[in-house]
Every structure is written in structure tokens, then in C-alpha cells.
């Protein structure tokens, strides 16, 4: 398969006899990514599908109007972040859950999960993660496993390079502490 530069996957995508081509390969080079990123977030493997498949309908309808200010990889993880922490916050409402519960919930989820293949360590690494704010989260989860610079992390959640060095730390020694307990 042709690997198509970003550049001209959006150029295919203005056309309208190569839209749905194009969309297809955007789908395509992004879905794992995204899907990954997602299942970090929600944990529970039909859930990330069902954000996925909504980030990818949000994407498809606003693709028209993506302006390009930012990269394709930027938005298309905004929507899917955006997407993720809204399908956790609908979730904590529609049951009426204090955010402590939903956690409790997700590492339960963790735990029962039949596609979790971690050993001990990662199931324990998993829960201090689940233990920590959204927002810490989300910036741990970006820059340690997706390894994404601050810089884009900055683009993609639209915070400061500083606020989300500052994040990122205090995520790391919750989970240093979280992990010496036990």
C-alpha cells in the first residue's frame, strides 16, 4: 500500500470523487493509534470502539472545515481526547457516580478485562494510573507510552508546555508513590 503524507490525504479529501477514499486511508493510518490512546483512557475494549467509531464520525464531518493550523495527528487526538473524557464524564452522570467510584469501576473493568495480557507489575502500573485526575492522565498516558513531545501534547490538549511538565511530574511521583505502597 502507497503511505500518503497527511498533506495529501486532506488534498484527496476536498475532492469529492476521492473523499471517501481518503477518509478510508486517514481511518486507516490513524485508527490504532487512536484506539490505543483511547483504551488508556476508558480501559474497557467495547468502549474505546464505541469512541473511536464516534471520534471518526466527528472527524468525517469536520474534516471539510479543517483549516490546517494544526496537523491532521494534533486534531485527530483532540477529538478523541475530547471524545474519551466526554464518554468518562457521561458516564459518572448517567450513574450518578462520584469520580472515585468511576475509577474504582474502570480498574475493576481492568481487572476482568479478557484482552489485558500484563503481568503483575502492569496491572499495578494500570491501577496507579487509574488513580490519578483525568487531566494527569491523559498527559501521563501521552507522554510516556505514546511518547509524544510536550510540544505536541501542548497542540493537542491546548495547554502550556509548562503547565503540562508540571502535570506530567506530579503524575510520576503519585505513581512512584502508588506503586512503593503495598
Given at each position: ?171 510520576a511521583k503519585k505513581i512512584e508513590k502508588f506503586l512503593e505502597s503495598d
Open positions: 500500500m502507497v503511505a500518503y503524507s497527511d498533506n495529501e490525504l486532506l488534498s484527496q479529501f476536498q475532492k469529492e470523487e476521492t473523499r471517501n477514499f481518503a477518509f478510508h486511508l486517514i481511518v486507516q493510518k490513524y485508527q490504532e493509534k487512536l484506539y490505543w490512546h483511547i483504551r488508556k483512557l476508558v480501559i474497557d475494549h467495547d468502549d474505546t470502539n464505541d469512541v473511536v467509531q464516534n471520534t471518526f464520525v466527528k472527524a468525517w464531518s469536520g474534516l471539510g472545515n479543517f483549516r490546517e493550523e494544526s496537523q491532521l495527528f494534533t486534531w485527530l487526538y483532540r477529538i478523541a481526547t475530547n471524545e474519551a473524557l466526554t464518554f468518562l464524564k457521561r458516564k459518572r452522570t448517567r450513574f450518578f457516580l462520584p469520580l472515585v467510584d468511576v475509577e474504582s469501576q474502570l480498574v475493576s473493568s481492568l481487572e476482568s478485562d479478557p484482552y489485558f495480557n500484563g503481568d503483575e507489575a502492569e496491572l499495578k502500573l494500570q491501577k496507579a494510573i487509574l488513580s490519578l485526575p483525568e487531566k494527569q492522565r491523559v498527559v501521563f498516558n501521552m507522554r510516556y507510552f505514546e511518547e509524544l513531545s510536550y510540544e505536541e501534547i501542548s497542540a493537542v490538549l491546548g495547554t502550556s508546555v509548562g503547565a503540562l511538565k508540571a502535570s506530567y511530574h506530579l503524575a
